[in-house]
């Protein structure tokens, strides 16, 4: 990777263009009053079609992506993103389907959606899913909104409360809050996970349910699970699964047999579809047959994203049955891999098996035995930059103040863990002689650690901005 | 080492009150700024009053967020203004860098807030 | 095992793998899940499947589908896509890539944010874009939100009756949840009323006004005064806009809008039957706290080289979870990119020239129309590439007639109307084809 430093608008010169439109087909005098039209036009950028190559193709090379290196960012659950996939989605017939075309003009698409609804309904052991929404978080909301409709619907309206671990991931908290429901926030036990006596005097008549991952946060199973959910349902709260940790259970366990009532899933993790440097993902919500009158909500404006849709499909048929139940066996074994071979050099708060992830709690030399300021996690992770690799998810969970969570995925192989342990010992071994080399990390990307602080505090957020 | 200023009194979220008469000034320990790391943008919300214990404000940093909780009840005299532009001056001098001044309506609340030897025995803990 | 592509465990591989574990099995990692949990056999589900099966499925299901030349718009617009722009957001290291978080090795996504951020505020005229969000009808929605949280204490949220169905039917469902009270403003020649603006401003409650900036009958909206009574009101203006249309129309910054929102579809994004598509949101400086979604801003490395940041995070969930101004995490962000390129290729006079085009071609189609007979004005009222007539046949019959004929034409309307869209994509062939259709209907 290298540095390039041009902004398209740079490259834009007056008079130049880079489109190819049909000769105007019909003439028309243009009739909209002065007064409904812009004065002036829009400040775009003036370039050839050569210019915007190279210039996107430049910027490219500063990104880091899977299909760059291997990519151990926690909780995110970056697996390979097949081919076939992209190819399938983007078939020209597809392209060109118009979201409120009659049902009978799109009987292809459909199956789409309704061959895709089974088979996530199997490997979950939901009902039904609705795919309209369009990521995870808005997964949760609408997951959210299901639960709500259910107790509005039996007349419940004194459930406006949802118990949110200490360990979960920031949406959860967040996506309740947009459904108009109160947080309550149960604490996660000394073994990293949900303290079932901290959880009992939370339930009552108020609480319209719980919102969990299982494995948690910290990739450790919910083995508990059976009586958190007897409790809750005892109580006439409903479970809610964030499916942002599925893979693990991908062929081994199914939410809805662990009481689970609704759940998202992310097909941009656990169902391969590229992340998009943040997005387009899709974050469908499955739920018990109890609830299916209420999967309707109109979340977003048409049918959901069809595009990231078609290639969840094209995964799940990929791997079929066989491989389904490999893949989070491998993603387990990967991850338990890494945890057992690097144990004797970073924290290890929780040392028992883990899933798909799991998180160490800083360096266990860090160097400042030397009399230097110690090496921090996100030192660590700047450094694994320079070794080419991406960094782990850090400072986060909250529950440790150095975390570092790991998560390989199963589609790395044994060489790749290996090469990756050897970096992280080399970077714990630099860290115990000189905490200085990874301060000042990364050495070798394309930049150095921008100034965030005056980011922040002079705000500049478009090319009109710069003084 | 973070420090406590004399003669200030202290809450137990770290804002401190200055007594001028029948106002209070309020601002942030050199704990609590120290903490936050550098300080990005002081969020001071148009509220009429404060209640001892509720948010009056919010702190940002680059990566965290920290509300501001009113150590004493009273009615807002004064805002400080300047740290809208210069967020910067309660790292700088948290004990110099006021961020409300309030008309104090209830002074026995006075009386619950911390001095300073009981604010480092609070912080030693 | 059987060997498959994406798995690069070997069985020896596995085997050391669980030695160094010091476990026997791949099943003894699940020994912490309870047995009455645990499944060791396989789905019900078929069998793998190798690519050529894959690939030969879905021409099956791409042929159920009629090909059909588009004529309706609605939200979802069937504009020109340039070829570099899928070429170039195929590029590996743009779409197997996650959020930006580390910076160092994201400046590609960050860049291009930036970039798509600036063009934003070009084309609306505001101040400060986010990042994007999930497609138009979402970001009306968060901009309720934000309407609510510029204006302390004030319940309520207007919303024209002459948003698109697909836009207030979103806010609606997030209202209901959020608490959030919504009031009608009534349509007056196909246009919003400033009449009924002004009287439900009367109640003090409103905390804001969410607007198009052309109508869901294709009229464009005359916004003079709207700003004015909202702002003297204490409430803000939300404006509700077709991006590409933008490039012509007068800008919500230009009506004194507080909130630009909309679906960046219409930016070269195909149809794709709904999605992937991608809001955006852009707003006046003085909000720019409470905007929801990510923000990129520029600053500079230890180097003192330009570079660029994710910036503004206190607001967002991963930091101040259950306060923060939304619970949006990752935004559109490849398409994003998507539409930064198309803008890049078209510049100033492609987008001018796409109005034109399309301007062209809606009004030819227009007056064809009536000279059918088959239809009456309802509207006389400028329009840009969208509008409604009366239709004084049987809707359902005619739509069956041009769908059979391989066209989509004639989308009805709650009142009973029949709208119609023409885009530069389409040829003076083709409309004369549909309108031949329409006459034999």
Redesign the interface.
Known sequence: MRYYDRLIFELSKKGRTGYSLQAPQVKAECTIPSGLLRAEAPALPEVSEVDVVRHYTNLSQMNFGVDTGFYPLGSCTMKYNPKINEEMANLAGFQGIHPLQDASTVKGVKEVYDVLDSYLATITGMKHFTFKPCAGAHGELTGLMIMRSYHMSRGDMARTKVIVPDSAHGTNPASASVCGLEIVVVKSNANGLVDVEDLKPLLGPDIAGIMMTNPNTCGLFEKDIKEIADLVHECGGLLYYDGANMNPLLGAVRPGEMGFDIMHLNLHKTFSTPHGGGGPGSGPVGVCEKLVPFLGQNVSGFNGNFGVIVRALAYVLMLGKQNLRLAGRLATLNANYIKESLRDAYKLPIGSVCKHEFVFDGLIDDGSATGKPGATTLDVAKRLLDFGYHAPTIYFPLLFHQALMIEPTETESKETLDAFIDVMHTIAAEAAQDPEILHAAPHCAPITRPDETTAARNPILKYQDEA | MSTVKEGLLYSESHEWVKVDGPFAYVGISDFAQEEMG?I??V?L??LENVVKGEEFG?L??????S?LYAPVTGIIAERNTDLEDQ??ALNEDPYGSWILRVHITNPAELDELMDAAAYEAYLAK | MTKFAYFPHTEEDIQVMLERIGVKSMDDLYCDVPAEFFHTEEYDLPDAMSEQQVREYFDSLVAKNPKLKVFVGAGAYDHYTPSVIPYLTSRSEFITAYTPYQCEISQGTLRYIFEYQSMICALTGMDVSNASMYDGPTAAAEAMRMCLACTRKKSTVLLSKSLLPTVSGVVETYAKFYGTKLQYIDTVDGMTSLESLKSLLESGEVAGAIVPSISRYGVIEDLSGFADALHAAGAILVEYCDPSALAVLKTPSEWGADVAVGDGQSLGIPLCYGGPYVGFMAVKKEHMRKMPGRIVGETKDGQGRRAFVLTLQAREQHIRREKATSNICSNESLMALWVTIYLSVMGPQGMKEVNEQSYAGAHYLYDELLKTGKFEKVFDAPFLKEFVLRPLVDVKALQTKLYEAGFFAALETEEGYVSFCVTEKRTKAEIDALVAAVKEA
């Open positions: 550098d990005t943008y969020d919300p148009d919010a940002e940093s680059v990566k965290a967020s509300d967020p910067e």
